[in-house]
């Protein structure tokens, strides 16, 4: 690669990136608290399918 190209390439890369923080927002308390709610559920039940899988595995061998 020319050092031409990598210079292009990287200013378009940090082009991409100042677009995408001018497009993003802190999100307000009340969405960070749905967030946390949300992950947190979803962290509980695949923790629960996982324990499920490998209780019924346990039994069957």
């Known amino acids: ?3 031409k190209k990598i210079i292009n390439n990287l200013k ?3 082009i991409e990136c100042k ?4 497009v993003t927002k ?3 308390n009340m969405e960070f608290k749905t967030i946390v709610k949300a992950s947190g559920l979803g962290i509980i039940v695949i923790g629960m399918i996982g324990f499920i899988i490998s209780m019924i595995r346990q ?3």
């Open 59 to 61: 039994m069957i061998f």
């Open 12 to 14: 378009g890369f940090f």
């Open 26 to 28: 802190k999100p307000t």
């Open 19 to 22: 677009r995408v923080f001018r």
């Open 1 to 3: 690669m020319d050092f």
